[in-house]
């Protein structure tokens, strides 16, 4: 399939919100697998995402979702949420999500996304935009440097074992 070189992104309607959400759970799904994990019921797991997503999405915070098209099929997205930063009490962007389908990636659509999300904030006065990334997508980590993304913070986890 080929790929525009410049990339229609706009912003998503209504109508296209359930196919954002199954892409949104296809990205989930993606990062489970690289963690070696698996849901045990899909369809459960799939109801649970989309209610999950749709909580997040009718918050009443400045938000938007982007999609990226090729043709008339929606391919890619990113939502971008102004949400306040408690360190420095100022408002700043974070990609809530953004994802590709993977035939599309490499030509340019992410770099499309992220900067649809840059302006969206731009035009809002946030000066900043923050996102979270799994440690072992090393692909995504080297696309967000490669956009000027630095770490700023470090999230550590350690597992517990349950009390008997």
């Not at 706009?10 to 196919?19: F, K, N």
Request: hydrophobic share 40%.
């Amino acid at each position: 399939m080929g790929t525009p070189k410049s990339p229609v992104v706009q912003e998503v309607g209504p109508g296209e919100l359930e196919e954002v959400i199954k892409m949104d759970l296809e990205c989930d799904l993606e990062i489970m697998r690289l963690n070696g994990k698996k849901p045990s019921n899909i369809k459960s797991f799939a109801r649970i995402h989309r209610n999950n997503f749709l909580a997040a999405y009718n918050e009443p915070v400045e938000q938007r979702i982007f999609g990226a098209k090729v043709g008339n099929a929606l391919v890619g997205f990113v939502w971008v949420r102004i949400e306040p930063e408690i360190e420095e009490m100022v408002p700043v962007g974070f990609v809530e999500s953004i994802f590709v389908k993977s035939e599309y990636r490499g030509n340019g659509l992410g770099k499309a996304l992220i900067r649809s999300a840059e302006r969206f904030c731009k035009g809002k006065g946030v000066s900043r935009l923050e996102l979270v990334v799994n440690a072992k997508n090393r692909s995504a980590i080297d696309f967000y440097r490669s956009m000027g993304f630095k770490a700023r913070r470090y999230t550590l986890e350690r597992r517990l074992v349950p009390a008997r």
